[in-house]
């Protein structure tokens, strides 16, 4: 990539542009849940959506900001109507779409659907073909109630004939397709607010144009639900977090905890990491069977506190004195991050490749300076005072230290 990766400061002062779709929606990252990964194409019905919502309730969920149940792929039939409109599936939405989204709407949550840019979505439903059946589709989503859209990029313009589900031959870029959505959205904004979500896989290096077509984009490949998933996507985010910023952010993907791939250590970590990155936080696990060790990771009001906080930057890697730095190329998860809050600095500790000790002082770290600061780690609540920290972590587990300046004397961050 041709970011570097100490970024805090260009993360930190990176002037942001107005935005084509500045709409008021996504002024910090998404929080949610989203069907795909609990039972594919099984999930894409009226009842997930249902008893998702009431879990959003009686788990707690609501109250600590997940609000979007997303519907992905498979929702629709397999063909357009004699008008070229959408038809959800009978059989999933025996009352139709706008029955549920205003159930889920009673409940002061939001709902979501699924599209793509191509001729078809990615599980071979009908696609809104680029600007063929843009306006049309934006049409039905107003008149469902429809808060959200994830926007796929299967069977899009390919040099192959057809385009396959997956090009690895683009004919022209990803902005072109992506276009006639972000225009009708646009052009609904007076009646409905949408947040439009790009998931392009982070071709066409989505990060540098992403906030002037939606307010999130996926910037990479599936997440797998494994720990080379969660390594790959997590070491790539440090390059571009200077991207990220209120109204728009990169999305990590689904958070994929509750996957039998991953220990407990390695649901911190990815939970943790996903925060601090100012990624959307969504979740791709059935709530009914949802464990209640990661239920606590789940619920953890200060991590995401630390996700959904006004500045809305992402927290990028730093290299102590004396310690290796980042290699840009291994895919391996850096020790070192940080971020700038509103009141503090966020530290993220990562023991991605060993186990061990892992120290820092303030004074190295950006945003803070000489002097003494109060803190508090996320995942064990230990509090404590003083000029830096240190933490013994195993492997593949996190620490999530905020470090509070609001109110204090010395060090940079209060000057700011």
């Known amino acids: 990539m041709k970011y570097a990766r100490n970024s805090f400061l260009v993360a930190l002062y990176w002037p942001r542009v107005a935005k084509a779709l500045d709409n008021g929606v996504g002024l910090t990252p998404h929080m949610g ?12 019905s ?61 409940l002061g949550l939001k709902f979501g659907l699924y599209g793509c840019a191509g001729q078809k979505t990615c599980a071979g439903y009908p696609g809104s073909d680029g600007d063929k059946y843009a306006a049309s589709d934006v049409s039905q989503l107003v008149e469902w109630g429809v808060d959200f859209w994830k926007y796929d990029n299967c069977y899009t313009p ?10 690895q031959r683009p004919a022209g870029n990803s902005q072109e397709w992506y276009a006639p959505m972000r225009d009708a959205i646009l052009g609904v904004q007076e009646t409905r607010k949408i947040h439009f979500n790009l998931c392009n896989w ?39 977090a200077e991207y990220s910023g209120p109204g728009g952010f990169n999305d990590l993907d689904m958070l994929y905890l509750g996957s039998p791939k ?23 696990l059935d709530l009914a069977t949802i464990s209640n060790a990661t239920l606590d990771i789940i619920r953890n009001k200060g991590i995401i506190d630390i996700n959904q906080d006004r ?35 966020v530290i993220g500790l990562c023991a991605g490749s060993s186990a061990g000790t892992y120290a820092v002082d303030f004074r190295d770290v950006p945003g803070l300076g000489d002097g003494s600061y109060s803190w508090e780690e996320m995942y064990t609540g230990q509090t404590g005072t003083g000029t830096g920290v240190s933490f013994d972590i195993d492997l593949h587990d996190m620490r999530v230290i905020k470090v509070k300046t609001a109110g204090t004397k010395g060090g940079r961050a209060a000057e700011l």
Not at 161 to 166: C, E, I, L
Not at 214 to 219: A, E, L, P, V
Not at 262 to 284: C, D, M, Q, Y
């Open 33 to 44: 849940w989203s069907s795909w990964n609990v039972a594919q194409c099984d999930a894409a």
């Open 262 to 284: 991953l220990n407990a250590n390695e649901e911190r970590l990815h939970f943790g990491l996903w925060a601090i990155a100012k990624s959307p936080l969504v979740l791709g």
């Open 46 to 106: 009226a009842k997930y959506a249902l008893d998702t919502a009431e879990k959003f309730i009686s788990l707690g969920l609501k109250d600590l900001g997940y609000e979007y149940i997303n519907i992905d792929d498979c929702w629709s039939l397999k063909s357009r109507d004699e008008n070229g409109k959408l038809v959800p599936d009978p059989g999933k939405w025996p009352d139709g779409i706008k029955p549920v989204a205003d159930r889920i709407h009673d």
């Open 311 to 345: 500045l809305g930057k992402a927290a990028t890697t730093f290299t102590p004195p004396g310690r290796p730095g980042p290699e840009s190329e291994s895919g391996r998860i850096y020790p070192y991050w940080a971020g700038p809050l509103s009141d503090g600095v």
């Open 202 to 240: 982070g071709r066409d290096d989505v990060w540098g144009w992403g906030d002037d077509y939606g307010h999130s984009w996926r910037m990479s490949v599936d997440n797998w639900g494994d720990w080379e998933s969660v390594e790959r996507i997590g070491s790539a985010a440090a390059d571009i």
């Open 158 to 167: 390919c040099l192959d004939n057809p385009p396959p589900q997956t090009c």
